[in-house]
Each structure stands twice: as C-alpha cells, then as structure tokens.
C-alpha cells in the first residue's frame, strides 16, 4: 500500500488491476468451493447464455460489452472445455451461434446458491465501507464514456503546455518566423498567391503602417506561431484576422485558441464592431477553432485568395 500512498491517483489503473487480480483468484477458489469446474473470465458469456437458449458471438459481445475477438477466444476455451456448443446460422452461415452444452447446463442448476452466497458476502462487505463502490464504478463508467481517460489527459497536457506560451508583440526579428511559418501551413495544403508574399515579405508596410497589428506565440521562447489583425479598407471599425499559423510541432498546445483570444481582445480595444476571416473548410481544426472563439459564416467580402470557400464573421458589439 506505500507504493500506491506514495505515487497517488495517476496509478489508479494498476491499483484496480491489483484488486481485479485479487478478488478473480478469490472467485477461482470460490468456485471449487462449490465443486464447479470453471474459469472466472468465462462467466459474462456463462450468464448470458444461460438466460438465452442460443446467441450469435456478436450479440454475445455487445451485450456483454467485450471485443468480438476476445469473446470468441472465452467461447473456444468453454467449447474445449465441453460447457458449449458451437454451430453455424440456419438463416445466416456466416454467423455462429452457441448454447450451454449438457454439462453447461448442468452448472446452472449447482449454482444457484453461490449465487445466493457471492451476493451476499459482497452486500455484507459493502456495509462495512464508507463508500459505495458499486456506485462509483458506475459514475466512473458514466463519465469515461463521456470522455475517456486519453481525452482528459491530453486536455491537461494542453492546459499545462499552453502555460508556458507567450503571446507578444511583433518586431522586426520576427518577420522571417512571420514568412515561414505561414508559407509552412499555405505550402502544405496550397499554393503560395501574390496577396500571400505581399504580406509575408513586407509585414510593417502591408499590415503595421495600415493600422494593423501582428502577434508572435513563444514556446519556451521560441517562435511557434503568428496571426495578424488587419484594418480593412473602407470598412470603418472592421478587422480581419489573417495570416494565423502554427509550427506542427508545437500543435496540441492551445496556441491557436490563444492567438485567436489574443486578436479579439485587440479588436474590441480598437473599439471594432466586427472581426472577419477568410479560410478554407479542408482545415477543419482551423475551422472548429473559429467556431469555438464564436466566428460564424457569412458572405463577405470580395476575396485575392483562390483558396478561400469560406467567410466567416463574429460581432463584437
């Protein structure tokens, strides 16, 4: 138990194991308490059949919530063993079905009372604790499939990572991390335009001196992402984001989300009723992003990018 005090929750999956191993060796013993030949593994398919007369290996798997494969190798265990019966689908020859066998069913009528005893010795255990395990693992089994364990990790490695990004300011040292970056993600999915290079080359004349802004992400003080907010001509107290990219190795860290929160608190600072884009919905990634920081379609503006089949909106007012 000190290993388990020591390490804490992130081995909950090994301390369960642990008590699965436990209390399946004390069911093995329980069953030869009972004079009854079986294996523990083998009971979820046991149980089943002996409520159904015969049942396709699928069915079996669904209901019992095991992989089909992992099923067949329990029902290839129980058929060596002579407790089932195995044929094909009068209706269907690609299904097997499978029954109790004689001796199968010979197991039902022993053990009705380890039943009645099993049951019992767990509810008198359960009156001994504090908390109801049962519960728990059903709340567990609730949440998980809802977001698995993976999910919930990998948002708290990106809420982790995403501390140490820092959002700042362009200067002139960035402009070649500015050009590289955007033609690394345009080159991947496009082709470089005479709009890109025009911002890309010259980012103080074409975005800075217009009245727009650009903002650098740092990863541990290294250049891993841009986004640009440009002033849009003849359009009075409007914006455009553009040219957001982020290095694929520093994906997975929430920098998009920041870069994007970054450009609209400079928008409503500059006192802009609405923030516009221009993408492309092969990116869906970039497209959820801007859905989640509240962007919505709409028919914009006459666009100098081919690859452009999306406009996008968000009202800051």
């Known amino acids: 138990m000190n290993f388990f005090n020591q390490t804490g929750k992130m081995v909950l999956g090994s301390r369960l194991r642990r008590l699965s191993e436990q209390i399946t060796e004390n069911a093995s013993q329980i069953y ?4 009854i030949d079986f294996q523990p593994k083998w009971f979820p398919v046991f ?7 015969e049942k396709p290996i699928t ?4 209901e019992i919530g095991h992989s089909q494969p992992s099923v067949s190798k329990i029902i290839a265990e129980m058929v060596k063993a002579n ?17 109790l066998s004689p001796q199968g069913m010979e197991i039902t ?15 008198d255990t359960f009156a001994q604790t504090t908390h109801d395990l049962w519960k728990a693992i059903e709340e567990w089994e609730y949440l ?17 990572e995403s501390k140490k990004v820092k959002i700042v300011d362009y200067e002139t040292k960035y402009q070649q991390d500015f050009r590289a970056l955007n033609i690394e993600w345009i080159s991947t999915y496009f082709k470089m335009e005479e709009a890109d290079y025009k911002a890309l080359d010259d980012p103080e004349g074409y975005i800075l001196k217009k009245g727009g802004y650009i903002f650098v992400a740092l990863y541990e003080d290294k250049p891993v992402g841009v986004c640009a907010l440009l002033k849009m001509e003849n359009h009075a107290y409007e914006y455009e984001l553009a040219k957001m990219a982020v290095s694929p190795k520093a994906q997975g860290k929430n920098i998009g989300w920041l870069l994007g929160q ?23 990634p970039a497209i959820n992003l801007y859905n989640k920081l509240g962007f919505q379609k ?3 503006h006459a666009t100098p990018y081919e690859r452009c089949n999306i406009q996008m909106g968000l009202n800051l007012k």
Request: net charge positive; no cysteine.
């Open 32 to 35: 030869r308490l009972y004079d």
């Open 47 to 53: 149980y089943v059949l002996s409520k159904e007369q």
């Open 59 to 62: 069915e079996i798997a669904e």
């Open 83 to 99: 407790l089932i019966l195995e044929t094909k689908n009068k209706q269907d020859g690609r299904k097997n079905m499978v029954s």
């Open 109 to 123: 009528e022993k053990i009705g009372n380890q039943y009645i005893d099993v049951t019992n010795a767990i509810e």
């Open 144 to 160: 998980l499939n809802q977001k698995n364990l993976l999910r919930r990790v990998e948002e708290q490695k990106k809420m982790r």
């Open 262 to 284: 970054a450009i609209i608190e400079k928008a409503k600072s500059l006192d802009a009723a609405n923030l516009y884009l221009e993408s492309n919905t092969i990116l869906k």
């Open 298 to 300: 709409v028919v914009g």
